[in-house]
């Protein structure tokens, strides 16, 4: 079974497919690399695709404390992936806790993305609740080890950004949530602690955000209302960003929609080569 190895230790598994470009995906808190399937199987045709599981997500190491479970340690570790394969740079997509560590790449390793896809970004950064939102990661990590994935994936199964999934694909929604209930419990309860409740809050990194000269897809859902306002913001500060909001979408926009999420990113991706996905033209500015 083939893995990475982190600064600390940690073993990361990942999958390949295709030849061409380099395309890395990652994955959200309630999914894995296998989430991705429906891009690595369409990428793959042209590019050279990667999909990781996060530490904590097994079959990749689950290190026994939060304090390996770090922001910092899930953007560094997308870099060792592409490390240990040789790989210079690469498109990021994203999706949730997978944008926040694409975002963070684009803030300190620039020079390491090729580009930016930030699907369903920025949940949990709201000033004004940031505390409430910290405490309730606490209470959900602790939810995790007391009942543990199975019983978690039921309470969460329904939440607010997960029902358009839901209504549109029962069946697909139905498998997303027995995959989360497989889930290693402790590796759910520290990242949740650890990444969800300790992450900066985006709008703490405008000044960080406006130097990003990434090319930079947002997507958004337009029913997952939690992250539409970061989403707006994102596109107002990155330089280099384009919005598309994805009509009666939640937050799992890469299963939810999969060939609209393919369409828009292929057509992305396709214009970041040919060097037409430009910074904002300031006289585009109101």
């Not at 497919?17 to 199987?41: C, K, V, Y």
Request: aromatic letters at 10%; a negative charge; one cysteine or more.
């Amino acid at each position: 079974m083939p893995h990475a190895i982190t600064k600390d230790n940690v073993r990361l598994h990942y999958e390949e497919a295709g030849s061409g470009t380099p395309i890395i995906f990652l994955h959200e808190f309630a999914a894995d690399h296998t989430n991705w399937e429906p891009q690595m199987r369409y990428f793959s045709r042209g590019h050279h695709c990667i999909a990781y599981s996060a530490r904590g997500y097994a079959p990749s190491d689950v290190p026994p404390t939060p304090e390996a479970y770090t922001y910092k340690h899930f953007y560094t570790d997308a870099l060792a992936v592409l490390d240990h394969l040789g790989i210079d740079r690469a498109h990021f997509v994203g999706l949730s806790m997978g944008s926040y560590s694409s975002l963070q790449v684009g803030l300190h390793a620039p020079e390491r993305a090729r580009s930016m896809t930030l699907a369903g970004v920025g949940s949990g950064s709201d000033l004004d609740n940031l505390e409430a939102f910290r405490k309730q990661c606490q209470l959900n990590g602790e939810q995790f080890e007391t009942l543990g994935s199975a019983e978690v994936a039921k309470v969460t199964r329904e939440a607010p950004g997960r029902i358009p999934f839901l209504v549109k694909d029962p069946r697909g929604h139905a498998d997303f949530y027995a995959a989360l209930a497989r889930h290693d419990s402790k590796g759910s309860a520290n990242t949740m602690r650890g990444f969800q409740g300790g992450r900066p809050s985006i709008y703490t990194l405008t000044e960080a955000i406006r130097k990003v000269p990434t090319p930079a897809l947002i997507i958004c859902g337009d029913e997952d209302d939690a992250c539409v306002a970061p989403s707006l913001f994102l596109k107002k500060h990155l330089p280099a960003a384009g919005l598309t909001l994805f009509p009666k979408s939640g937050h799992v926009l890469n299963l939810e929609e999969p060939a609209l999420f393919n369409e828009m990113v292929e057509r992305f991706i396709a214009l970041v080569e040919a060097g037409r996905w430009p910074v904002r033209d300031p006289r585009s500015m109101g």
